[in-house]
Antibody, heavy 121, light 107 residues
């Protein structure tokens, strides 16, 4: 079945770096935009970034622009998020989610189970 | 950025009740509105896309309506498994944005 599995979360000090991964299975990975979406503890959902199937189109939320880099390896069915200059406010569960497009409409489905990133000294 | 505002932020209801959650966009988003359900410790799960289309496998007691700036999610008869947090999300333009969530609790 269609599945996304995140990994790479952990505890990192402010100013530090971390690389998240998302492994995809059950669908043609290169056909889909994939997104990173995060959720701070006890808070709502914040969209972070997306990358097109070919990797040629990338978009970032202002809150992470210049610090985070999204990339993908279609040969490995994998998505990545390189996070630098981490701040306490980046503490969150990070989800990867497939963007399904039908006509002019699109939505996130499915989502991975998430990986927790904690930025603290 | 398009701001999404849900009301109420929390709601207490009983099994069998009919419940409506409202989502308002800061500008017109046509029907580019999705709804997700999230249970504690789990990832969000798609319920409705394009404002009113039920995702495959989602029970028919869930329905969505609206266009422009005002949208609603209705659960016709609450079941025990429906107690969760619900989020709306606009897919009209990037950055994609979510409502703050509505937590549905058992009365």
């Amino acid at each position: 079945q269609v599945q996304l599995v995140e990994s790479g979360g952990g505890l990192v000090k402010p100013g530090g770096s971390l690389r998240l991964s998302c492994a995809a299975s059950g669908f043609t990975f290169s056909d889909f935009y994939i997104n990173w979406i995060r959720q701070a503890p006890g808070k709502g959902l914040e969209w972070v970034s997306y990358i097109s199937g070919s990797g040629s189109t990338i978009y970032y939320a202002d809150s992470v622009k210049g610090r985070f880099t999204i990339s993908r390896d279609n040969a490995k069915n994998s998505l990545y998020l390189e996070m630098n200059s981490l701040r306490a406010e980046d503490t969150a569960v990070y989800y990867c989610a497939r963007l399904v497009v039908r006509g002019l409409y699109n939505w996130f489905d499915p989502w991975g189970q998430g990986t927790l990133v904690t930025v603290s000294s | 950025d398009i701001q999404m505002t849900q009301s109420p932020s929390s709601l207490s209801a009983s099994v069998g009740d009919r419940v409506t959650i409202t989502c308002r966009a800061s500008e017109s988003i046509s029907s580019y509105l999705n709804w997700y359900q999230q249970k504690p410790g789990k990832a969000p799960n798609l319920l409705i896309y394009a404002a009113s289309t039920l995702q495959s496998g989602v029970p028919s007691r869930f329905s969505g309506s609206g266009s422009g700036t005002d949208f609603t999610l209705t659960i016709s008869s609450l079941q025990p498994e429906d107690f969760a947090t619900y989020y709306c999300q606009q897919s009209y333009s990037t950055p994609y944005t979510f409502g703050q969530g509505t937590k549905l609790e058992i009365k």
